[in-house]
């Protein structure tokens, strides 16, 4: 299983990127997707998650609004469009895929199976 974390750079406060996250070597439309960040010297955080149908989608409080995740299941891929971008986004952003397809999508690290190698955001003020 891989998964393709691609899209970081760096970009002024309020702009805009996209991530994207290429899967290989699993069903992908079986698993539920998330986005985690981890700044330097902190924990690695959730961001966003979408169900495996595109139809549970949960965000950070600290995102809503500016952060929109999706997929593309025909291609294998999850994306994360970030808006209006501030200084504290600057952090590597790591994708996931989580088999359980529970009810509630998982905000915690440790129900993910599988990760990404990352991608880093950098925002400038």
């Known amino acids: 299983v891989q998964l393709q974390a691609s899209g970081g750079g760096l970009v002024q406060a309020g702009g805009s990127l996209r991530l994207s996250c290429a899967a290989s070597g699993l069903t992908f439309s079986s698993y539920d997707m998330g986005w985690f960040r981890q700044a330097p010297g902190k924990e690695r955080e959730f961001v966003a998650a979408?169900?495996?149908?595109?139809?549970?989608?949960n965000y950070a409080e600290s995102v809503k609004g500016r952060f929109t995740i999706s997929r593309d299941n025909a291609r294998y891929t999850a994306y994360l469009q970030m808006n209006s971008l501030k200084p504290e986004d600057t952090a590597v952003y790591y994708c996931?895929?989580?088999?359980?397809?529970?009810?509630?999508?998982?905000?915690?690290?440790?129900?993910?199976?599988?990760w990404g190698q990352g991608t880093q955001v950098t925002v400038s003020s």
């Open positions: 979408i169900g495996w149908s595109g139809g549970r989608i």
């Open positions: 996931a895929a989580d088999s359980r397809r529970w009810l509630v999508l998982s905000t915690t690290l440790g129900e993910y199976d599988y």
